[in-house]
């Protein structure tokens, strides 16, 4: 038994410090082999529109390599760019000998049970190795799909970017249509090397009875840039992260932004931490939260180590029903004098006058309701290819549409 | 008659801001209101607009022969009354094209034409009213009430915080939108509050209130009001009550 496998051993039934605890053996750890294809396009029309949803195109133009997992199959890997390996996460442990330098580098195996299961009960994941000076010309697209009822999917992923490197990933998280009971358990390491950005779009689209639990670690070396857009506007039942950012070279970026809609009967626990470690490090955490009869708790942790750095922190809420309740925990911990950290929150309901306002110009008041909330969701993703910006404005439209 | 104002009594916040007003406005008449600041006049516009922060007491409101007094903001909006706020909320996410496109246009320029005329290009694609200049809320609002057409236009002061340059810009406008190019066909009419008398050179006024706490207490020659006002004050003015 590897060194991993025995200290995750000892992490098996330990709790996670958010989120409700989980019970993991409530979920099946086996699930049906689904067979290779080589192309995308081969997939039911129904499974294409499904995942189109979460950003996942089933024709290849404008993405650089694609990949998909459907329960604890690899059924997808293609490239088409020099320079960008793309692997099943085990191929690619076979291929580089176990990956002793990166594989749970970043990341505690024993962290809490998640992470202990994601390295027990190992299923797949996806690996993404860009070139030193490469940069990718469309995003790279993983798709991570459930469609076997109540089984657990443990997934490990990685990332590493080498120098001076260019990346967009559109991860696309969702369940077959008919599927009510699941878990998804990922851990990401993310490597970005010095010069490198990377940026991490990830749209997720659950089902009613779905434990989703990411674990995600980020190592931003010396001018190096790391970007996630994170949105989520369907149900889910219970949603908990606190991806993790180290800026750890000088002048490292990294900013993440998350919008969220949690519908009657969500559960949703979600915030970045960005540990600030190297003079001239900038971050920025943006979330905007809507709650339509669900519960948020949206949290921003920002940790100044050293003199020099700058970083800042908005959480918006909106509760648009009795049921629902945001709770906006933004956190600063400065180490050192000579930091400049910042943080504004604000949780409450549409304004008034903002609807009137709309009204004396003809709209209905839901018109002019759901003019306000597309606008209160549509965050600036700065940095983003037109591209992506007009995925995610697209899925904050139509999922909008559907909300209000 | 257009506009009916009769014996309207408004409380803000249990208090009450007008008292008993009257007002008659005819088909292609504009008037102006004069009046101190906090003496009523923007909580006329917001009671005729149908804001839910005034709450009507007692007193009717009757727009193209129909009782409005209760009437939802927006259909008093689809009955053909539009507003030009003086502090225009923000509306984050929101550009001024993703609002204007909502509308239906019913004017007889396109929307560019519109928007070259404001020299505004720039600005379709801010948040509305986020970080706007005095000037610039102004524009945005006017060219929000030329799409939208309205026959009964209510103007906020259209003039404060608008420089030299800009208030001819904003000045000829409202003229067209208040039809003063058209003599005999002329309908639309205009309720307007100014402070100052630059707007009065393009309004073409047909007459002038006074209010003074909460109540209209005089009409007249809207530049005689005016000059009176500016050499002796509004009480000198209320106190020839004409």
Redesign the interface.
């Known amino acids: 038994m590897s060194t991993i496998d025995e200290k995750a051993e000892t992490a098996l039934k330990k709790k996670a410090l958010y989120g409700p605890d989980i019970d993991l053996d409530s979920f099946k750890s086996d699930a049906v082999h689904h067979d290779y294809d080589p192309d995308l396009a081969n997939f039911s029309t129904g499974e294409k529109k499904h995942i189109a949803e979460v950003g996942i195109l089933a024709s290849h133009d404008e993405r650089t390599g694609s990949f998909m997992l459907k329960d604890h199959s690899p059924v997808h890997c293609s490239v088409g760019q020099d320079g960008i390996e793309l692997l099943s996460m085990r191929d690619a442990l076979k291929k580089y000998n176990g990956l002793p330098d990166y594989w749970w580098k970043a990341i505690e195996v024993d962290t809490d049970k998640y992470t202990a299961q994601a390295a027990v009960a190992f299923h797949d994941g996806f690996f993404i190795r860009v070139a030193p000076g490469t940069k990718a010309q469309y995003p790279v697209q993983t798709c991570l799909y459930i469609s076997g009822e109540g089984i657990a999917q443990n997934i490990h992923n990685m990332v590493i970017a080498e120098e001076d490197s260019e990346l967009h990933i559109i991860t696309g998280c969702t369940t077959a249509p008919h599927l009510k009971k699941g878990l998804h358990v990922g851990v990401s390491e993310f490597y970005i090397k010095k010069g490198a950005t990377v940026t991490s779009t990830m749209l997720h689209n659950w089902g009613e009875e779905i434990v989703v639990r990411p674990r995600t670690t980020v190592w931003v070396e010396e001018g190096a840039t790391f970007m996630s857009n994170y949105v989520c506007m369907k149900m889910a039942k219970s949603v908990q992260m606190f991806p993790s950012v180290r800026l750890m070279g000088k002048n490292a970026v990294a900013r993440i932004n998350t919008v969220l809609v949690a519908t009657k009967g969500s559960d949703l626990d979600i915030g970045g931490r960005v540990s600030l470690e190297a003079p001239g490090a900038k971050a920025e955490i943006i979330s905007r939260t809507i709650t339509t009869g669900g519960s948020i708790i949206a949290r921003g942790l920002l940790i100044g180590q050293v003199a020099d750095v700058k970083a800042h922190l908005e959480c918006s809420g909106l509760i648009l029903s009795k049921e629902g309740r945001i709770r906006a925990i933004p956190e600063l911990d400065g180490l050192v004098t000579g930091v400049e950290m910042s943080h504004e929150a604000a949780v409450g309901k549409i304004?008034?006058?903002?609807i009137?306002?709309?009204?004396?110009?003809?709209?209905?008041?839901q018109?002019?309701t759901a003019?306000?909330v597309?606008?209160?969701?549509?965050?600036k993703l700065e940095g983003l290819p037109k591209e992506l910006q007009d995925e995610i404005e697209r899925v904050i439209y139509e999922t909008g549409k559907s909300v209000f | 008659m257009l506009l009916a104002i009769e014996n309207l009594t408004v409380e803000i916040a249990e208090k009450e801001v007008l008292q008993d007003v009257n007002l008659m406005i005819g088909h292609g008449e504009t008037h102006v209101l004069f009046g101190k600041n906090g003496s009523g006049k923007t909580t006329l516009l917001m009671a005729i607009m149908g804001f839910s922060g005034c709450r009507i007491i007692k007193g009717k409101i009757t727009f193209k022969d129909i009782d409005i007094t209760h009437l939802p903001i927006n259909e008093r909006a689809r009955l053909g009354i539009g507003m030009s706020f003086q502090r225009p909320p923000t509306i984050r996410g929101v550009k001024v094209h993703d609002l204007i496109r909502t509308f239906n246009n019913n004017g007889e320029e396109t929307i560019e034409q519109i928007v070259n005329s404001l020299h505004f290009k720039e600005f379709m694609e801010r948040d509305i009213n986020l970080g706007f200049s005095g000037g610039e809320i102004k524009k945005s609002e006017l060219l929000q009430l030329i799409v939208q057409n309205p026959e009964l236009i209510l103007l906020d002061e259209p003039e404060s915080g608008v420089d030299l340059e800009n208030i001819k810009i904003i000045g000829r406008v409202i003229k067209k939108l208040l039809q003063k190019n058209l003599r005999r066909q002329r309908f639309k009419a205009g309720l307007v509050i100014t402070h100052t008398g630059l707007i009065l050179n393009y309004l073409e006024a047909d007459k002038g209130h006074l209010m003074l706490n909460g109540r209209i207490i005089c009409e007249g020659n809207p530049r005689e009001m005016f000059e009176t006002i500016e050499k002796r004050g509004y009480e000198e003015c209320a106190r020839c009550q004409r």
């Open positions: 304004s008034q006058d903002e009137e306002y709309l009204m004396s110009r003809g709209l209905s008041e018109e002019a003019l306000i597309r606008g209160f969701l549509n965050v």
